[in-house]
Nanobody
Framework: QVQLVESGGGLVQAGGSLRLSCAAS????????MAWHRQAPGKQRELVAT???????SYADSVKGRFTISRDNARNTVYLQMSSLKPEDTAVYYC????????????????WGQGTQVTVSS
């Protein structure tokens, strides 16, 4: 069983910064890509940022220039550095990893974390 554990969520004032972390554990052969999604109350879950094995990144327009996604391959960890936070960034943030388990059935699939709450006050 692969598990993604998120940390770093909490309360922050508008204009402040916060860093989210997500560590993947278990018997993993390789991680193809990792991403952060978020879901605000009454809204659909949206993709925020992605990062590939070659460290190619992409961002939603709403966070571009303010958020930075990165990964530490040795730790199987992905980070989301958030700055200039706005109240509209308030949401539950979910970590996602597309990876291959080092056990049967060994094919790429998506795994999800439980989510961490980020609340930005005005």
């Amino acid at each position: 069983q692969v598990q993604l554990v998120e940390s770093g969520g909490g309360l922050v004032q508008a204009g402040g910064s916060l860093r989210l972390s997500c560590a993947a554990s278990g018997i993993i052969a390789s991680i193809n890509s990792m991403a952060w999604h978020r879901q605000a109350p009454g809204k659909q879950r949206e993709l925020v940022a992605t990062i590939t094995t070659t460290d190619r990144t992409s961002y939603a327009d709403s966070v571009k220039g303010r958020f930075t996604i990165s990964r530490d391959n040795a730790r199987n960890t992905v980070y989301l550095q958030m700055s200039s936070l706005k109240p509209e960034d308030t949401a539950v943030y979910y970590c996602n990893a597309n990876l291959v388990r080092d056990r049967f059935p060994a094919y790429a699939r998506d795994y999800w974390g439980q989510g961490t709450q980020v609340t930005v006050s005005s």
